[in-house]
């Protein structure tokens, strides 16, 4: 059976990275992470306006790691505990031991290979430990730097569904990536 026991929160080490939990320190961070249209470009999902609605992310990461519905980690250089970004499994779905990847990162950061270093890490721990079969992503066509992450991480495109997601007053098409634990 697939294990949804995020307590203690368990933090991830690569050789450049610490994974850990996201925090109320983290806010300015998060703020600037989604309240940036450049950031944002491919993710279906209202721009943060304050720092409230910022805090309000945090709090809603935090709830789905206490109710076991979900993981998030920052994402930061280990000489340097600054949230640089975020990752972690969305849409968990235990019955079918599968489990939705995503992430973001700031754009000062892009094309270091983080991103990539950082899901290796996250696939790992909900193939191990999760004990999920499968993982997937949902990406928008355009962004073509997520869809040579994924290649690059073992994920295979697996469908483009036309219209797909409903966002501001239009129908955007999405793109599903998936690893299967083998």
């Known amino acids: 059976m697939v294990t949804l026991n995020f307590s203690p929160f368990p933090n991830l080490e690569t050789e450049r990275l610490l994974l850990r939990r996201v925090d109320s320190n983290d806010i300015n961070e998060i703020f600037t992470l989604r309240s940036n249209p450049e950031t944002m470009k491919y993710i279906p999902r209202p721009l943060l306006k304050t720092d409230e609605d910022a805090l309000e992310h945090i709090a809603m990461i935090d709830s789905k790691i206490e109710s076991n519905e979900g ?107 998936s690893i299967l634990n083998n």
């Open 71 to 177: 993981i998030n980690w920052a994402i930061t250089l280990k000489d340097n505990p600054k949230l640089i970004g975020i990752i972690g499994h969305y849409s968990i779905k235990p019955e079918h031991y599968r489990a939705e990847l995503g992430y973001m990162l700031l754009p000062e950061y892009h094309g270091k290979g983080i991103v990539s270093e950082a899901v290796r890490e996250v696939v790992k721990y909900g193939f191990q430990v999760m004990n999920l079969h499968s993982l997937e992503a949902v990406i928008d066509p355009e962004n073509h730097a997520s869809a040579k992450v994924l290649e690059k991480n073992g994920f295979v495109k697996e469908a483009h569904f036309k219209e797909y997601v409903f966002f501001e007053g239009r129908f955007l098409d999405s793109i599903i990536y």
